[in-house]
T-cell receptor, first 112, second 118 residues
Framework: DGGITQSPKYLFRKEGQNVTLSCEQN?????MYWYRQDPGQGLRLIYYSQIVNDFQKGDIAEGYSVSREKKESFPLTVTSAQKNPTAFYLC???????????FGEGSWLTVV | AQSVAQPEDQVNVAEGNPLTVKCTYSVSGNPYLFWYVQYPNRGLQFLLKYITGDNLVKGSYGFEAEFNKSQTSFHLKKPSALVSDSALYFCAVREPADRGSTLGRLYFGRGTQLTVWP
C-alpha cells in the first residue's frame, strides 16, 4: 500500500542521548516535512525538504537535524541539545511544494 | 504575517444536529486553505481544501467548508453530525509561493476538539 511510514511509534530517550525517527514514503513525493505537535499548540514545522540533498530549517529547528539522501526517506534526529523533546512527531510529504500535504501516523518521543 | 485562528478549543454537538468548526486566517495574497482531522494517537487526515473557484468546497465524510474572502474565514460544516466525527480538527493555510521559493509554508491553527454526543 502507498503511504508514509513512521517508526518507531513509541520511543524513549534518556537525557543526553541522540535518537533518530524514521520516515519513509512510497508516494514518489518530492517534498517532505517534519512537524512537532504539543497539546494546545497545533503543529510546528521543524524541517522541510523540497528535493533530494536539500533541506531548510522550519520554525523550531534548534536541537534537531535531518538528512535527505534518498527521495523516499527523511529521517529526523533529536539531539541532546533539544531541551524539551517529549512530543508527538509527525512526518509529512507532498507531490510538490504547492500541493496538499499528507501525514504519517506519528511517533511519540518521551524523555526518561 | 501568516496566521490561522480557531477561536473555539472545543465544540460540542448532539448527534444528528449540524456542526460548524470555525477558522479565520490572515495571509497576504490568495490563500490555499485546508482542513485536517486527527483521531487519538494518529496522524492528520486530509479532509478538504480550497484553492480557487467555488466558495463551497465538499470533502471527505460529508464535510464541507465555505470560503468567505471578505470575512477571511473558512468554516468547516456538516449537516448532520455523527458520534464517529468526534476528533481534533485543524485548519491550515498555505501562503502563496513567492518568486524566491517554490515552497508555500503551511500554517496550522491550534485545533478544535469536536465532541458529538449520542
Amino acid at each position: 500500500d502507498g503511504g508514509i511510514t513512521q517508526s518507531p511509534k513509541y520511543l524513549f530517550r534518556k537525557e543526553g542521548q541522540n535518537v533518530t525517527l524514521s520516515c519513509e514514503q512510497n508516494l514518489n513525493h518530492d517534498a517532505m516535512y517534519w512537524y512537532r505537535q504539543d497539546p494546545g499548540q497545533g503543529l510546528r514545522l521543524i524541517y522541510y525538504s523540497q528535493i533530494v540533498n536539500d533541506f531548510q530549517k522550519g520554525d523550531i529547528a534548534e536541537g534537531y537535524s535531518v538528512s535527505r539522501e534518498k527521495k523516499e526517506s527523511f529521517p529526523l534526529t533529536v539531539t541532546s541539545a533539544q531541551k524539551n523533546p517529549t512530543a508527538f512527531y509527525l512526518c509529512a510529504s507532498s507531490p510538490d511544494s504547492g500541493n496538499t500535504i499528507y501525514f504519517g501516523e506519528g511517533s511519540w518521543l518521551t524523555v526518561v | 504575517a501568516q496566521s490561522v485562528a480557531q477561536p473555539e478549543d472545543q465544540v460540542n454537538v448532539a448527534e444528528g444536529n449540524p456542526l460548524t468548526v470555525k477558522c479565520t486566517y490572515s495571509v497576504s495574497g490568495n490563500p490555499y486553505l485546508f482542513w485536517y482531522v486527527q483521531y487519538p494517537n494518529r496522524g492528520l487526515q486530509f479532509l478538504l481544501k480550497y484553492i480557487t473557484g467555488d466558495n463551497l468546497v465538499k470533502g471527505s465524510y460529508g464535510f464541507e467548508a465555505e470560503f468567505n474572502k471578505s470575512q477571511t474565514s473558512f468554516h468547516l460544516k456538516k449537516p448532520s453530525a455523527l458520534v464517529s466525527d468526534s476528533a481534533l480538527y485543524f485548519c491550515a493555510v498555505r501562503e502563496p509561493a513567492d518568486r524566491g521559493s517554490t515552497l508555500g509554508r503551511l500554517y496550522f491553527g491550534r485545533g478544535t476538539q469536536l465532541t458529538v454526543w449520542p
